[in-house]
């Protein structure tokens, strides 16, 4: 067990995202929480990669969850990337460890194989619903013995292993700024720990991993307080010693809505595009956590780690104001010299491989260098003054416009990766959806991405600008005909 040179046990803490998208600004602020506390008590943190989501996960998203967290100036002391002595650090690369746990359970009677084919199960759910019942796993599978379950198994029968859990009594969760949340083992699923592919889900990878890996407090956020139960009762079933838990609060709209990236900017490299400095995020972020006495507002992470207190942080909803982001941006940018100002700059937009795509892109557009500024300008900016005259020369209605920007929008957010390729694919394949000409198309998608109908092209463009800004440009292009209702993006959708 590592220990701290006092003898007593050596906090550590981790941070633990799912490679499956856009790295999210609620990352960040989980890992700065994270992050602080080991510091404050001289522990570690670790970054682990949550990659058992097979369908979804993939390396140029962990390449960018890497890359965001980096450049927010945090860092971690193991992680995939830098090693550690409780590795591997991302789970794909552990599969023996949660089989050889699973069957640990299927031994002890903890745990059990589930046959039930997908058909059965929708079926359950269909009457759960229909009779206004909790949806959960109905048992059925429980009658099976051990003896036909494993000769089943043996045969090459599809199956899952579900944990078993209580049909009574109350588990008392103990939160460290919550206090002790009851659950009734009456309202806690049997939940799958074991995909029939032999992969684990989140809930046995994440307990064998942060005990493997000895960690000392989990703060997540409170979208998995009602997880708690599943995962004490595993610990419990394996005789561990469970971590201390936070769950913190999730970042909220202005409207105190979930914050999302339909109404808001959510990923952590579209405030690096939009040209922030890191540290005025991560000050942001922190007064979210450990708001300071008025006229103190502008710290470093250093006066976090001193302040931070997990039993004062306010369990309300922080709001991620904008305004108060971009103004303490404002503040960082004017204290620093000219030749900081002038490094910053060129290093958040200016780098020579970048330039050199874009005056690939321009030459054959120009014929004074001066034209260079203003026909490349919109790589440079972050929101475009877009309005409902900028769309007046397009050939689409009100509602097939919509339709066009929010397809697409939606539909490069769905994609694995983001590059020129992808971008023509999808968007051509939204003029197929709304039997559309892509030549009449594309002048809706120029305005959204450019500001004009003609620019440098398109699909370079939208690559050059990255998913992130390119969401939002769909959204701001969106705003003047009154954005999506989420009725509509269903019907859309569908």
């Not at 941070?15 to 989980?30: C, L, N």
């Not at 491989?353 to 026909?375: G, H, Q, V, Y």
Request: glycine share 8%.
């Amino acid at each position: 067990m590592n220990l701290s040179p006092t003898g007593a046990r050596r906090v550590r803490t981790r941070v633990a995202p799912s490679p499956t998208g856009d790295p999210h600004v609620g990352t960040a602020y989980v890992a700065l929480v994270n992050y602080c506390f080991a510091r404050k008590h001289g522990g570690d943190f670790i970054l682990r990669i949550e990659d058992t989501d097979r369908a979804r996960s993939t390396p140029e998203s962990e390449r960018a969850i890497l890359e965001a967290l980096h450049w927010s100036g945090l860092s971690w002391d193991e992680g995939p990337d830098v090693g550690g002595p409780f590795g591997p650090y991302r789970q794909s690369d552990r599969s023996a460890i949660y089989v050889r746990y699973a069957d640990e359970l299927l031994a002890s009677g903890h745990a059990f194989r589930c046959f039930c084919t997908p058909e059965r199960l929708e079926a359950m759910r269909a009457a759960q619903r229909a009779a206004g019942q909790q949806q959960k796993y109905d048992g059925h599978c429980l009658t099976v013995s051990p003896e036909e379950s494993a000769r089943r198994a043996a045969a090459g029968e599809s199956f899952v292993v579900r944990m078993k859990v209580p049909e009574s009594g109350v588990c008392i969760v103990h939160d460290l700024a919550r206090g002790e949340i009851p659950f009734e083992f009456s309202t806690v699923d049997m939940q799958v720990l074991l995909k029939s592919d032999g992969l684990p889900t989140y809930h046995l990878a994440n307990v064998v991993d942060d005990h493997l890996m000895e960690i000392t407090h989990v703060i997540r956020g409170e979208e998995w307080v009602s997880s708690a139960p599943k995962h004490l009762l595993l610990y419990e079933y394996f005789g561990w010693e469970p971590p201390a838990l936070m769950h913190l609060p999730l970042l909220r709209n202005p409207d105190k809505s979930k914050l999302s990236k339909r109404k808001n900017p959510t990923g952590i490299l579209f405030y690096e595009r939009m040209g922030y400095l890191p540290e005025a995020l991560l000050n942001f972020l922190g007064l979210l956590l450990a708001p300071a006495p008025e006229g103190q507002e502008i710290f470093g992470v250093d006066v976090l780690i001193e302040r931070l207190d997990l039993a004062k942080i306010s369990l309300g909803g922080p709001v991620f104001d904008a305004a108060k982001l971009d103004w303490l941006n404002g503040q960082y940018l004017r204290a620093l010299t000219t030749d900081e100002l002038l490094a910053r700059t060129a290093a958040w937009g200016f780098d020579r491989t970048r330039l050199e795509r874009i005056a690939e892109l321009a030459k054959s557009r120009i014929e004074r260098l001066s034209d260079l500024a203003p026909t490349a300008g919109y790589l440079f900016a972050g929101r475009l003054a877009v309005t409902k005259d900028s769309f007046a020369g397009t050939k689409l209605d009100d509602d097939v416009l919509r339709k066009a920007l929010a397809l697409a929008m939606w539909r490069l957010d769905a994609e694995r990766t983001f590059d020129k390729e992808v971008v023509e694919r999808v968007l051509k394949g939204v003029g197929e959806t709304l039997a559309v000409k892509f030549r009449d198309l594309s002048r809706v998608y120029y305005v959204a991405m450019t500001g004009s109908a003609t620019s440098l092209p398109l699909f370079d463009s939208m690559e050059l600008l990255g998913r992130d800004l390119c969401r939002e440009r769909f959204r701001v292009a969106l705003d003047p005909f009154g954005g999506v209702s989420a009725k509509e993006q269903k019907e859309w959708m569908r």
